[in-house]
C-alpha cells in the first residue's frame, strides 16, 4: 500500500486545514488509518485513528473537539480535518495504515506510512 498524504500548508491560528490520505494498491478499505505528526525535536505523536469502515474513531485529549478523521473507501481516502488550529499543532503530519481493521494508536502498529505534509500554524 502506498500512501499519498497531502493538504498542509500555513494558516493563522483559529483557521480550518483539511488533509488527505490517498491509497493505492492492497485491500485500504480493510485496514485502519491513522494520523500522526511530528513537530520539530519531537516524537512523532498520535493524532486520530479510523476504523475500516469509518464507523468508529479516535483521538487523544489535545485535538479531541477540534479534529475530525473520516474517510471515503471508494475513493481510497481518508481525511483529517481540522478546526481551531493552534500553534503548538504546528508539525509534519502523516498518515499511516495497519491491516488491522480496529484503530491503533502506538506507531509501530503500524505497517504502511506515507510522506507527510506539514502544517505551519501562526499566532
Known amino acids: 500500500v502506498q500512501l499519498q498524504a497531502s493538504g498542509g500548508g500555513l494558516v493563522r491560528a483559529g483557521a480550518s486545514l483539511r488533509l488527505s490520505c490517498a491509497a493505492s494498491?492492497?485491500?485500504?478499505?480493510?485496514?485502519?488509518v491513522g494520523w500522526f505528526r511530528q513537530a520539530p525535536g519531537k516524537e512523532r505523536e498520535f493524532v486520530a485513528a479510523v476504523n475500516w469502515d469509518g464507523g468508529f474513531t479516535y483521538y487523544p485529549d489535545s485535538v479531541k473537539g477540534r479534529f475530525t478523521i473520516f474517510r471515503d473507501n471508494t475513493k481510497n481516502t481518508v481525511y483529517l480535518h481540522m478546526n481551531s488550529l493552534k500553534p503548538e499543532d504546528t508539525a509534519v503530519y502523516h498518515c499511516?495504515?495497519?491491516?488491522?481493521?480496529?484503530?491503533?494508536?502506538?506507531?509501530?502498529?503500524?505497517?504502511?506510512w506515507g510522506q507527510g505534509t506539514l502544517v505551519t500554524v501562526s499566532s
Open positions: 494498491g492492497g485491500t485500504f478499505s480493510s485496514y485502519s
Open positions: 499511516a495504515a495497519r491491516t488491522s481493521g480496529v484503530v491503533g494508536t502506538v506507531r509501530d502498529s503500524y505497517d504502511y
